[in-house]
């Protein structure tokens, strides 16, 4: 028996397979990539879903003008494709992506924002969960060269000292900010506060310990408050 040669492009095969409704749409939901917030509700067809795979910029079908539009294409805030998934019947498209710039036509980072664009932002806590998976792929697999890996193979005292110096070194970044608050001086917070949390990551990890212990932990507080 011969083989029937697939002639389908590679973009082709990449588009997920998706049962759409009697109008030939399924809904797509956009999820910012970095933190897992919706960003909006749109409708895709074959056609949105192939120009997305292809160029890499999110499209949809717009029902109210009945023609394909990539999502900023007036404004220049596009949706820049990571992944795309079905849920469990494969009639609702789930689409990762990295917005540039404000998604909602009001300035607003998200169509689920309050009005207002001055509210309460999310602050991209998701993003730690692939921060804690390259730090959990090292402890599991200890990999010649890793900072990480030469960190846990030294036990809770290396990793200890590089937290404690860490908070100190934040301390200090922040009494100089008191002194006189610059964007020279507060830059080196962010960036203390970054070693800090990391570090203490790889002390939950040489302890076999998981971030969800700590929140289990921040809930129970929290509950107890209440």
């Known amino acids: 028996m011969t083989d029937v040669a697939d002639t389908r492009t590679s973009a082709e095969r990449a ?24 960003l909006m509700l749109g409708y895709m067809d074959t056609e949105a879903l192939l120009a997305t795979v292809e160029t890499g910029d999110v499209h949809f079908r717009s029902r109210s003008r009945e023609r394909l539009w990539r999502k900023g294409e007036t ?36 169509c689920f ?9 999310a602050q991209g806590f998701a993003w730690l969960e ?31 000292r590089k937290v404690t110096e860490e908070a100190t070194e934040l301390l200090l970044a922040a009494k100089d900010d008191a002194v006189e608050s610059t964007p020279a001086t507060r830059a080196p917070i962010a960036g203390e506060a ?33």
């Open 15 to 38: 588009v997920p397979n998706v049962r759409f409704g009697a109008d030939g749409l399924a809904p797509a939901v956009v999820q910012d990539a970095s933190d897992g917030r919706v």
């Open 113 to 121: 924002d309050a009005a207002d664009a001055g509210g309460d932002a």
């Open 130 to 160: 692939t921060l804690w998976a390259v730090i959990a792929a090292r402890a599991a697999d200890r990999p010649a060269g890793s900072y990480t890996a030469s960190l846990l193979d030294g036990g809770v005292d290396a990793v200890g």
């Open 194 to 226: 970054a070693d800090l949390l990391y570090h203490t990551l790889v002390l939950l990890a040489e302890r076999g310990m998981r971030p969800a212990d700590v929140i289990a932990a921040l809930r129970s507080r929290e509950a107890a408050r209440s």
């Open 75 to 110: 404004s220049g805030n596009v949706l820049r494709l990571v992944r795309i998934d079905v849920d469990c019947d494969a009639d609702a498209i789930l689409v990762r992506a990295e917005p540039l710039g404000p998604t909602c036509h009001r300035g607003t980072g998200s």
